[in-house]
Structures are given as C-alpha cells and as structure tokens.
C-alpha cells in the first residue's frame, strides 16, 4: 500500500483494456480451436501430423495469450495491489478457455457429420462446460470481519476513490482504495473489482498485514452507493465498528459523484 495518492492513468487503463481484448479475441477462440482438434475425429483425407500440428498451436497460442494479458494486469495494477486481483484476473482467463473449449465440443458433431446421439452428447458436455467456466465470473462474497483473525492482522474501512471500467473491451474494472492504517496513516491500494458495481464512494473492509505494510490480503465491499444486493446480504457484510477499523477522515473523504 502506497503513503502516497494512486491515480489509474492512461497506460494502466490502456494495459487493463488489452488484456481484455486478449483474453476474448485470443484466448477464448484458441479455447475452441484446442477441443476441436482434440475431439475431431481423424478422416483419411486429413492425416495425424496435420491434427496434432493444428492442436499443438491452438494450446501454444492460448498459452502465449494467458501469459501477455496476465503480465499486462500487472502492468495495470502495478505493485501496490490488494491480494487476489491477479487470481481472480487468472480465474477469468480459465473461464474463457473453459467457455472457448466448450464452444468446440458443441460444434464438433457439425464438422464430423455425426450421428445424432453424439450431437445430444456433445452439446451436453459443452454447455456443462460452459456453466463450469462461467462460476470464475460469480461476485466475490467476502465476509465482514468484526476482529483481526490473527494478531498481525489490521482491519480498516476503506473506501473507493477511483474507479475505471471499460466494457465494450471486456477489460477488468479497477479501483484505487484509500484507508487509515492502524498508525492513523493514510494509505491507497489499486483493486482489480470482484464486487460490483463499481462506483467512487463503496466502502468497505480491508484486510492488511501489520508487519508488511505493504500487503494488503483483501478489500470486501460492505455498502454501496446504488446497492443492488438483497437487504439479507446486506445485513450480513454491515460493517462492524470495533477498534480496529478505523473510518476516514472528513477531510479526506471524495466527493459526491453529480
């Protein structure tokens, strides 16, 4: 966590918005191309080596398209991040192989000209895993903490001073969180956004490490400005005010979003 105010500038955004970019153009049609190949049955006119070659390249190019986007959320997120963000970026980047892979068991009986049973299977397994790929995008539930689960632990309420989104690129949200730390220091922490919305203004509960301060485990979203969640749920993640979290000072709160 920086003592120093984060901003999301324009070559974090332009990083955030390629990785998603990558992610559905490249890595969700590799996802496809791989379980084609892998599934397709061998005709005489096509031999092996023309398979394995195809398939060796989707599971290269997928490989290849895993790693760039997922250095470039590093690049946008840069080293003062909460814990999880990068995981959860990878999640997303398995769900869409997952949901490419599934796409090509579904179309496999077309190009083989299979018999009927084998398109009920197929389709079957696709869609199955298709709903399997798409858990990764499920909102994180993240409990609200009424004391540190270990001594070295701190608790703070943080709350969003920054946020971009983008869409059309299908590009991971990001967020900049400020907080007072346990020494009455004001810090900020950039947030790849499991929750949503995302909105300036969200507070909620972030999780530290006293003796590295510039860990931070997790931020769980307790209230928002326009919340959507059931009353129950929002009921559960209220915040608790024990000694541990501290609020922000008047001076350093954002303004209203018009």
Known sequence: MSLQPLRITAGRKLAAGFAGIITMSVTLPSGFATSAM????ISPADPLGQKLLF???????????????????????????????????FRYQLAALGAGAGLGLGFVPA????APVWWVASITA????????????????????????????GLAEGRVIDDWSNGQSRSPSLTVVHFVDDKGRGRWVRHLVQQSPSLRGTVGQVVYD????????????????????????????????PRTIYPMPPGSRPQRPR
């Open 38 to 41: 892998a599934f397709l049955p």
């Open 126 to 153: 696709g869609l199955g895993l298709i709903a399997v790929s798409l858990l990764a995008f499920r909102k994180a539930r993240y409990p609200i903490l009424s004391r540190p689960p270990y001594p070295h632990i």
């Open 210 to 241: 006293r003796r590295r301060p510039e860990k931070v485990r997790r931020f769980a979203v307790a209230q928002q400005l326009f919340d959507i969640r059931p009353p129950r749920e929002i009921q559960e993640n209220s915040v608790p005010q």
């Open 55 to 89: 398939g060796t390249l989707a599971v290269i190019v997928a490989a290849i398209s895993i790693a760039v986007s997922f250095l470039l959320v590093r690049v946008a997120l840069g080293r003062i991040r909460t814990g999880g963000s990068l995981s959860r970026f």
């Open 111 to 114: 190009m083989a000209e299979a």
